[in-house]
């Protein structure tokens, strides 16, 4: 009976598999655009738009500080407008811009104009029943020097993106808050519900895996077994 439990609890234990529930892998501005170039994506800038604007396109946008509002005040990725917000202009330091859609994706991409000058000064949070925070790359919009990029698919399709400034004490080069939160606006959003195979930028992408609730169920159960065969070492 012993050899028995033994066998068993090895086998469980062997035959553990880590199973992503998601992975989420991050894309630089033209990795995403390449990568994803046939996935049908929908595209939406603001050039066309104007005032406060609650939704467009399939997408709500909301601010924790005031409402989302179009402006031709600050660098864009592509024509005269961008998204700030009512607060000042633009969105604040402790702002968070959401953004919703009304049928679940598992691509997004969005441009962020702001003085932060490293990566990851800005989290994308996502309700992908995972809660996945992707943070963005800095990626200098076209012929400029200042601006990031936060780009990612996941397998878990999803319905809202929370923008929000990260702490980073010194970057903006004295352009922020002493804590290092930058204000911002945004530009070129694009999602679709096709990852399509993306291809990571050269550097690496940067994922997230979180194992599925059945793989703890085996190691517990696999531990169970061998604590089992303890027991009955002791008692014999």
Same mark, same amino acid.
């Given at each position: ?14 035959g553990l598999q ?92 969005? #441009? ?53 400034a990260v702490e ?18 945004? #530009? ?14 050269? #550097? ?33």
């Amino acid at each position: 009976m012993r050899v028995f439990w033994i066998s068993l609890s090895v086998t469980l234990v062997a035959g553990l598999q880590i199973v992503s529930a998601t992975t989420v892998t991050t894309l630089n501005r033209i990795s995403f655009q390449n990568s994803l170039a046939g996935a049908g994506l929908r595209q939406q800038n603001f050039d066309a738009l104007s005032g406060i604007i609650a939704a467009e396109n399939g997408v709500t946008y909301s601010s924790s500080l005031g409402k989302a509002m179009v402006t031709s005040a600050y660098l864009t990725t592509t024509g005269l407008n961008g998204l700030g917000s009512t607060s000042a202009g633009f969105f604040e330091p402790t702002e968070t811009l959401t953004l919703g859609f009304s049928s679940p994706i598992n691509s997004f991409g969005l #441009d962020i104009n702001t003085f932060a000058s490293r990566s990851g000064d800005y989290r994308a949070a996502v309700n992908d029943g995972s809660n996945s925070v992707v943070r963005s790359m800095m990626d200098p919009f076209p012929n400029h020097q200042t601006g990031q990029f936060i780009g990612f698919t996941d397998r878990s399709p999803f319905t809202k993106v929370a923008i929000s400034a990260v702490e980073d004490p010194g970057t903006g080069g004295g352009n922020c808050t002493d804590s290092g939160l930058c204000s911002f606006t945004v #530009d070129s959003l694009a999602f679709g519900s096709d990852p399509a195979n993306p291809q990571p930028p050269a #550097d690496g992408p940067s994922s997230a895996a979180v194992p599925e609730t059945s793989t703890f169920a085996m190691l517990g159960l696999g531990i169970c077994c061998v604590g089992l065969v303890g027991r009955r070492r002791r008692n014999r």
